[in-house]
């Protein structure tokens, strides 16, 4: 985990973990956890989060599963942006292959013409 500041106001955090990685013979395991959040101006306001999640599991039943989500803001001109992403549920095994996907953007606002 590593933080930065200025004397501007910017402060920024990011935050990473990857554990289990695997092979045993047949059976390969990876997990990826990621976040970065706090990116902050507070001169202008502009604020960035954004969080990402991964994990494979192979064996018999695969199983591959993404989780995402970012946030940008800029309060000066009104601007906002979200996004959402989660892919889920990837599994093979032996015979029904399984795959499911969500993904979400909502809130783009741009209130600078006003």
């Given at each position: 985990m590593?933080?930065?500041r200025?004397?501007?106001g910017?402060?920024?955090?990011?935050?990473?973990?990857?554990?289990?990685?695997?092979?045993?013979?047949?059976g390969?395991?990876?997990?990826?956890?990621?976040m970065?959040?706090?990116?902050?101006?507070?001169?202008?306001g502009?604020?960035?989060?954004?969080?990402e999640?991964?994990?494979?599991?192979e064996?018999?039943?695969?199983?591959?599963?993404?989780?995402?989500?970012e946030?940008?803001?800029?309060?000066?001109g009104?601007?906002?942006?979200?996004?959402?992403e989660?892919?889920?549920?990837?599994?093979?095994?032996?015979?029904?292959?399984?795959?499911?996907?969500?993904?979400?953007?909502?809130?783009v606002?741009?209130?600078?013409g006003?």
């Amino acid at each position: 985990m590593e933080e930065v500041r200025d004397g501007g106001g910017q402060r920024w955090r990011r935050s990473e973990m990857m554990e289990e990685v695997r092979d045993d013979g047949g059976g390969q395991r990876w997990r990826r956890s990621e976040m970065m959040e706090e990116v902050r101006d507070d001169g202008g306001g502009q604020r960035w989060r954004r969080s990402e999640m991964e994990e494979v599991s192979e064996g018999g039943g695969q199983r591959w599963r993404r989780s995402e989500m970012e946030e940008v803001r800029d309060d000066g001109g009104g601007q906002r942006w979200r996004r959402s992403e989660m892919m889920e549920e990837v599994r093979d095994d032996g015979g029904g292959q399984r795959w499911r996907r969500s993904e979400m953007m909502e809130e783009v606002r741009d209130g600078g013409g006003q």
